[in-house]
């Protein structure tokens, strides 16, 4: 059987129509299709360790922990078991702070410590605490707020207050609705 050369030319004709048609239906389709997740975008969890927030020249705080689970890029995280946190104002440590759970954004440098939350001054002569479950750092205006009610705690009695916010930028303390006892000695 021989094939005739007007033949020939139709099947090579309706190869071609069909090579197009499946090279156009192959580039309108090109990436409808959920790519790999890459390996660089894996979280990482950290067990006993350190987690830094810092600026290139300035640090504004750090935690000692017993868990942390980040993001790939590490830009945010949650941290478990917070001992020795530090909270610093000019470059100094200000204030330290435990906390159950600790949500950070390694960008802004913001933080949230809820659960169980003490903060204290470090080398306060009052020796004042703060006891509360809600601690939110904003590090862009330098606001740590206690938006919850907190407990004060002093050598002289506890005080309830509602809400409590120090700015670091004007050295002020801004306080809610006080309620308790407390001892106030007169100093010569």
Do not use: C
Request: aromatic letters at 6%; glycine letters at 10%.
């Amino acid at each position: 059987m021989k094939i005739s050369k007007r033949t020939w030319k139709r099947i090579v004709i309706v190869l071609t129509v069909a090579l197009g048609i499946y090279l156009t239906i192959g580039v309108l389709l090109a990436g409808r299709g959920l790519p790999p997740v890459p390996p660089s975008v894996v979280p990482v969890d950290l067990h006993g360790g350190q987690v830094l927030g810092h600026r290139i020249t300035t640090r504004s705080w750090a935690f000692d922990y017993g868990r942390a689970h980040l993001s790939a890029d590490g830009s945010s995280g949650d941290i478990d078991d917070v001992k020795n946190g530090v909270v610093f104002r000019g470059g100094k440590p200000y204030l330290s702070i435990s906390a159950e759970h600790v949500s950070i954004n390694t960008d802004s440098l913001d933080f949230t410590a809820v659960g169980k939350v003490h903060v204290e001054r470090i080398d306060d002569p009052g020796h004042r605490s703060f006891d509360t479950d809600l601690v939110t750092w904003t590090n862009a205006t330098k606001l740590l707020t206690l938006s919850h009610p907190s407990y004060v705690h002093t050598a002289g009695g506890t005080l309830r207050i509602d809400k409590i916010v120090v700015d670091f930028n004007t050295d002020e303390i801004h306080l809610g609705k006080i309620g308790g006892k407390i001892e106030v000695k007169h100093v010569k």
